[in-house]
């Protein structure tokens, strides 16, 4: 058994050993799957890992191998109707973790990146949690979901995410959950953008004992690193570590001595201090570098100078960049922009099901050596025909002549080119529709 069918068999296993037990994961554990069909719970979560961005009648056909024995869309949707968004969510998690310690580390440390991306689903202005209004006469509004993700950005997979309705989202609050959640065993940074910067997902990285990194509003702006201005340079890039006392409390001991206190005005943003313990003690190292012509960037840390410097801080908060590219290879190549229902909990299962299957790839891509090299590039795998070959691996058809799927994804490279870059097009985007998709 070579690499890529090991893990095809972890998945599997994991599917079969969830479909032995099925309370936990159906909506009425006394009826649902008891009677004997061909939408058993393994073929049903198997096909949605391995569905495309087509219209459901021709994943089916495919899935099945055109056969005249293929079941309707009717049969599926009954049958998914009875699994809860919650079966895919402990798969993911299941199927990951069991993949997620073979990740190469840097300098001894794990990196793992957050951020969130927005999910468009089918227009309804009555689901008020996902609705957003018009924002010109010509436009009728919009529902979305929000996606915030943890990445490892050497290991290239998805450790954890959380999926909210647009209108909830709250990205530190994620931050700090997925913080408490997560078990890794080794040491990590956490490397975030603006929307993570607060003193509460700063509190809760040190207290489980892992680090951060995160980007802050630059000190001319109005975030954190400009309440603290007082205890910086006047210098254009600095590093400094500065240690304050957090509080909810304003008294004149407090106001009158801000190179020793920070007092904050919502006393829910702050998960560490009480009534019977209003204090917390927080040390911060704050580096400001340069970045282009007139242009600076602030970010805060807890990482010792020691180890890392300030150019080396620079250097890890640009590998961040690899959550935003894993986004569009979710969205465009793995299919997350193309559902097969307007159900939410429908919706939630696909999303879950595109990220075990972007997973599933990455770790046998990760695991396909590279052997072709020139003087003028370095190359990388296809990582688009990847996922392909892997959809096509974990077909029913592929059950009967299994292909060497790693030397198949071993022949498509692609050059690296550096420095390339191209400005950030800022274009709204919709749900594809059911009428306008792949034939």
Known sequence: MNFAEKVKSDLWTTIDEMAIN??????????????KKKWD??????????MESQSLKNE??????????????????????????????????????????????????????????????????KDHSTFFPATYNKNKGFNQLHLNAMYDLIGKIYVDAIIQPGRKENEENDFCEMIDKYSGDRKTIFIADRGYESYNSFAHA??????????????????IISGLKHLLPKTDEFDRTIKIILTPRRTNEIINNPQIYKSFYNKKCFDYTSSDDPYYKIAL???????????????????????????ELKELYAKRWGIETSFREL???????????????????EIWSRL?????????????????CTNKYTYQLNFTFAIHVCRFFISKMAEYSPPDIEAIISKELLPIRPGRHDPRKIVSKHAVSFLYRVA
């Open 41 to 50: 719970f393994a073929t049903v979560v198997k096909f949605m890992i391995s």
């Open 22 to 35: 099925l309370a936990p994961y159906v909506c009425n554990p006394e009826r649902d799957f008891k009677r």
């Open 60 to 125: 089916l056909h495919k899935y099945w191998g055109y056969s005249t024995d293929c079941p309707t869309n009717s049969s599926f949707n009954q049958r998914r109707s009875q699994i809860l968004p919650s079966a895919f969510e402990y798969l993911f998690h299941q199927f990951t973790d069991s993949h997620s310690e073979s990740a190469k580390d840097f300098k001894g440390y794990r990196l793992i990146a957050c951020d969130g991306s927005d999910i468009n689903i089918a227009y309804d202005d």
């Open 285 to 311: 190292r704050i580096a400001r570098f340069k970045i282009a012509d007139n242009k600076y960037e602030c970010v805060i840390t807890n990482l010792d100078s020691k180890e890392f410097s300030a150019r």
């Open 206 to 223: 040190i207290e489980n004992n892992v680090y951060f990194l995160i980007r802050g509003k630059d000190i001319t702006s109005n975030g």
């Open 356 to 372: 075990i299957l972007y997973n599933f790839c990455q770790i046998i891509t990760m695991n396909v050596a590279i052997n072709k």
């Open 331 to 349: 969205k465009y190549a793995v299919g997350l922009s193309c559902f097969h229902s307007k159900k939410t909990d429908y919706i939630l299962q």
